[in-house]
Nanobody, 113 residues
Framework: VQLEESGGGLVQPGGSLRLSCAAS????????MRWYRQAPGKERELVAS????????TYANSVKGRFTISRDNARNTVFLQMNNLKPEDTAVYYC???????WGQGTHVTVSS
């Protein structure tokens, strides 16, 4: 299993970023996919989840209405569109398949003025 996150960076509060996660080594379309994040000094938390068909979607309360998870099964890629970013969204963002315990290197998101 390989997961490669990208799209992070430095953005001002209120800005947007779109994260991507390219997956390989497993049958992507058969698995739920999830985005997690880990802020400095905090535990990793689940941010968003999407079913294998793209219809079952859940979000953490802290990002609901601001983040949108989506997937492209033809490209084995899952996305996280993040709008109206806040300083508290600063973290390393990871994608993962579910069930499973494989992780990529993550992509850093910093929200700061």
């Amino acid at each position: 299993v390989q997961l490669e996150e990208s799209g992070g960076g430095l953005v001002q509060p209120g800005g947007s970023l779109r994260l991507s996660c390219a997956a390989s080594g497993f049958t992507f379309s058969a698995y739920f996919m999830r985005w997690y994040r880990q802020a400095p000094g905090k535990e990793r938390e689940l941010v968003a989840s999407i079913g294998n068909g793209g219809r079952t979607i859940t979000y953490a309360n802290s990002v609901k209405g601001r983040f949108t998870i989506s997937r492209d099964n033809a490209r084995n890629t899952v996305f996280l569109q993040m709008n109206n970013l806040k300083p508290e969204d600063t973290a390393v963002y990871y994608c993962s398949k579910w069930p499973g315990d494989s992780w990529g290197q993550g992509t850093h998101v910093t929200v700061s003025s």
